[in-house]
């Protein structure tokens, strides 16, 4: 399942990160890693961006990005 099929107020941990090169590189660089937890906060109207708190901090992901975030 990637992070872009859950559900707001859910809590999930990263499996892994697919994507090569720069994409994934930007990825890690927001701080998330594989075993790292994140909370899906909310959604946008049209479903882009994903707001989610990674490592006590808030960030906006684009739907393709969470796309490639594996999480259990």
Not at 13 to 36: A, N, Y
């Amino acid at each position: 399942m990637t992070l872009r099929e859950m559900e707001c107020g859910k809590a999930v941990k990263v499996k892994k990160i697919s994507g090569e090169g720069p994409v994934k590189r930007r990825i890690m660089d927001m701080g998330i890693t594989k075993g790292v937890d994140i909370l899906v906060r909310k959604a946008a109207p049209l479903g882009d961006p994903l707001e989610v708190t990674v490592r006590g901090y808030e960030l906006s992901l684009r739907k393709v990005d969470a796309e490639l975030i594996e999480v259990e």
